[in-house]
């Protein structure tokens, strides 16, 4: 599930718990982009008062719950939240507004494990920001702050999926890197294509 500053989208997975397998769920070596200050964990993002924590507590799951499913057409189960953040809690990132009490306007859910037996890989399951938080940053800090979790934990490459026809989602995610592996036909329920987008981990070179 994808929902970023300019769109709402949706990147689905089928996990290997029982219970999300009833879900439906550039590299190229070219410079990528620019170095910036994204708010690590428990940082500020660039004077916004956002700050950046991982996933600690059952009331963090519900927060994150209610602000994904407001996006979703397709929602998930308490259940595939769970698979995610408790198996996970480091990789589930919550922006958070101090001035606004803490309160999560932001929130990715990652998992990382081994593709083939041979190489880590990490995923990024889901992505939302509050609407009124768009346009600033929080969706793209989010995803440059997993992956860099991702590769500082040994991951090699980052999956994701995300619709075809979702040209904002797809623009992002090649901002930062990701290239198109493949189209999956008719992959969401209500019949649209989607694309899994990977990055290579050895090209990032943004944030490092």
Known sequence: MYCDEETTS?????????????????FGGRRLAKKEKTGGEGEEMDGTGIKFRHFQQEADL?????LITADLSEPYSIYTYRYFVYRWPELCILATDEEKEN???????????????QT???????????PS??????????????????KAKGCEEVVLET?????????????????????LQRYYLNGGDAFRLKLILTHVNYFY
Request: proline share 0%; with cysteine.
């Open 10 to 26: 949706r990147e689905g997975e089928r996990t290997e718990d029982k219970e999300s397998s009833r879900n439906r769920k550039t």
């Open 62 to 66: 519900h927060a994150l719950k209610e």
């Open 103 to 117: 309160k999560i306007v932001g929130v990715i859910v990652c998992k990382m494990d081994t593709h083939k037996r």
């Open 120 to 130: 880590n890989r990490g995923y990024i399951g889901m992505l939302a920001v509050l």
């Open 133 to 150: 938080y768009r346009k600033k940053r929080i969706g793209s800090s989010l995803v440059q702050e997993a992956i860099r979790r991702m």
């Open 163 to 183: 619709e075809a026809s979702n040209g904002a989602a797809l623009s992002l995610y090649q901002r930062l890197g990701f290239i198109r592996d493949k189209r």
